[in-house]
């Protein structure tokens, strides 16, 4: 009786045994199953957000393409409302236009022929020679394969070519530079075309400082001065509505021909006599320097009273270098406010302050 007991308990025991294996074996099976399911759900979430971030630098790409692409819209010289499609390459009718477009980090398909003789800048053998700044060849320029035409504002034979070259499919935009302001919104307007917002910066907002400094070197004294262009045929008084006028009077000087009309269309020794200016400033235009100093001394340095001015007597009769005080200075702007503050307030004052 007792052997019996015993063997049934020993086969309960298997049996349970049995059981509990079984059930950990389906427990083993189910484990794998719900892992496996984690990893799919995990994988998809991954797939999902690669995708977005795949699509949202796609749409950045595509808008910042859009936006390179885009026209540049300004208002030109003359009032125009100009869209120029971004380019590096232009027709410019202006030896000073041309440099500033070359500073823009501009290339030239065509140019007049003043950029070869006033300024100290090379040009490709493939740039079309369109001839005089006055009387540009203009189916040389159609024929240059030219898209966009930088012209003067300034020059009434550039402006009547305006049409013509409309009709062409030339986008034309003018441009009327006098003060250094004019020269920086230009040249936004250049870099802005040809994507070179370093070149504003290194060739136009950085000369401002150099600019203010020289400016700033004026003492209150407000000495007046006489300024004079002189040319081939003549010699002309010139207030401050241009580019060294202006620059004069933003170093605090009084220009005798801004109260004194008649100067500026009867240039006489009698007039410069009445006014007696600290100082005299002399600039020449045009192919010949030697013909438009002739001009001077014919006109006014071989008269006896000339040398009985004040200007003259103390050694304050200046001709002025026509690179930095006739044509546009460009990149060279505070050189020329740097000359003229030298001569008018000490050459070493800048240093001492």
């Not at 034979?157 to 003018?174: M, Q, S, W």
Request: charged share 20%; proline share 3%; with cysteine.
């Amino acid at each position: 009786m007792t052997r019996r007991k015993t063997c049934i308990t020993v086969a309960m025991t298997m049996m349970a045994l049995s059981l509990a294996g079984c059930a950990a074996k389906n427990t083993g099976n189910e484990a794998p199953a719900a892992t496996q399911e984690a990893a799919m759900t995990e994988n998809n979430t991954d797939t999902q957000a690669s995708e977005a971030v795949q699509e949202t630098v796609v749409a950045d790409q595509t808008g910042a393409d859009t936006a390179a692409n885009a026209a540049i819209t300004f208002t030109d010289g003359l009032g125009s409302q100009v869209s120029v499609e971004p380019t590096d390459h232009a027709a410019v009718l202006s030896g000073s236009f041309a440099q500033a477009w070359m500073l823009a980090g501009g290339q030239l398909d065509a140019v007049t022929e003043d950029v070869y003789s006033e300024r100290d800048v090379e040009i490709p053998d493939t740039v079309v020679d369109l001839g005089m700044l006055k009387s540009p060849n203009v189916e040389a320029l159609i024929g240059s394969g030219a898209t966009f035409a930088i012209l003067s504002a300034n020059i009434e034979e550039h402006i009547a070519l305006r049409d013509t070259l409309e009709k062409a499919g030339i986008t034309t935009a003018y441009f009327d530079v006098e003060t250094f302001e004019d020269y920086l919104g230009m040249m936004k307007i250049c870099t802005d075309i040809t994507g070179r917002a370093d070149l504003y910066e290194e060739q136009g907002a950085g000369l401002e400082a150099q600019i203010k400094e020289q400016i700033a070197r004026a003492d209150g004294s407000h000495p007046t001065v006489l300024f004079l262009r002189a040319f081939s045929t003549g010699v002309k008084a010139k207030g401050s509505d241009n580019m060294t006028g202006q620059m004069l009077k933003d170093l605090g000087c009084v220009n005798i021909a801004d109260s004194d009309k008649a100067l500026l269309d009867d240039l006489s020794m009698e007039s410069i006599i009445a006014q007696d200016p600290d100082y005299i400033f002399v600039t020449t235009m045009g192919s010949s320097d030697e013909a438009a100093m002739k001009s001077v001394e014919d006109m006014l340095l071989s008269n006896p009273a000339w040398k009985e001015l004040s200007a003259v007597k103390n050694d304050r009769y200046h001709v002025l270098p026509k690179a930095l005080f006739h044509n546009k200075p460009n990149n060279r702007w505070g050189e020329s406010y740097q000359m003229l503050a030298d001569i008018l307030y000490g050459e070493n004052k800048s240093e001492s302050n």
